[in-house]
């Protein structure tokens, strides 16, 4: 007889083993999928804070002395098979003064000339450039990522958007 009243009990536990770890697998890719879904969304774009930017006297007075060269790419695919380009260009100061904060736009543009993908970034300061002194010139690297490889790219876009000066 107790072999036969065993039987009962086990059904409901081992449906409230189902249930559970039913509930810990929902529970457990609920927070997998928050945790990816944190780390692939976009960032806000850096910002330079405190920057001279268009519209203020002194971006008139200075963004025509800080000069630069025509952009270059090169074009690659990620490790996660994902597609990006790499603008380069070369940044001159000719304003007189240090150039301490130096904030900057690069895109991709297609045929009408509109950007598929930009990025903005601060490229002064960074650990590798502190300043840029005054008739010195800097290299600058703004990796462009999010293409698709059938994308119409057709030209290549990078501006200064703000600057600090000491």
Same mark, same amino acid.
């Given at each position: $007889?107790?072999?036969?009243? @065993?039987?009962?009990?086990?059904?409901? #536990? #081992?449906?409230?083993?189902?249930?559970?770890?039913?509930?810990?697998?929902?529970?457990?890719?609920?927070?997998?999928?928050?945790? $990816?879904?944190?780390?692939?969304?976009?960032?806000?774009?850096?910002?330079? %804070?405190?920057?001279i930017?268009q519209?203020?006297?002194?971006?008139?007075?200075?963004? @025509?002395?800080?000069?630069?060269? #025509?952009?270059? *790419?090169? %074009? @690659?695919?990620?490790?996660?098979?994902?597609? %990006? $380009?790499?603008?380069? =260009? =070369?940044?001159?100061?000719?304003?007189g003064?240090?150039? @301490?904060? +130096?904030?900057? #736009?690069? *895109?991709?543009?297609?045929?009408?000339?509109?950007?598929?993908?930009?990025?903005? $970034?601060?490229?002064?300061? =960074?650990?590798? %450039?502190?300043?840029?002194?005054?008739? &010195?010139?800097?290299?600058?690297?703004?990796?462009? =990522?999010? +293409?698709?490889?059938?994308?119409?790219?057709?030209?290549?876009?990078?501006d200064?958007?703000?600057? &600090?000066?000491?």
């Amino acid at each position: $007889m107790a072999t036969e009243h @065993s039987f009962p009990e086990e059904k409901p #536990r #081992r449906t409230l083993i189902i249930v559970v770890a039913v509930i810990a697998a929902v529970v457990i890719g609920g927070f997998f999928y928050l945790l $990816m879904r944190t780390t692939s969304a976009p960032n806000a774009p850096a910002t330079l %804070q405190g920057a001279i930017r268009q519209g203020s006297p002194e971006w008139d007075q200075y963004k @025509s002395k800080i000069l630069i060269d #025509r952009p270059e *790419a090169t %074009q @690659s695919t990620t490790a996660l098979g994902g597609f %990006q $380009m790499t603008l380069e =260009t =070369t940044v001159r100061n000719f304003t007189g003064k240090t150039i @301490s904060g +130096l904030e900057m #736009r690069a *895109a991709v543009l297609n045929s009408q000339g509109l950007a598929l993908k930009d990025r903005t $970034m601060v490229v002064i300061p =960074t650990a590798k %450039q502190g300043e840029l002194l005054p008739t &010195k010139t800097m290299h600058v690297i703004i990796n462009v =990522t999010g +293409l698709r490889e059938n994308d119409d790219r057709k030209g290549l876009f990078m501006d200064v958007t703000g600057f &600090k000066l000491q």
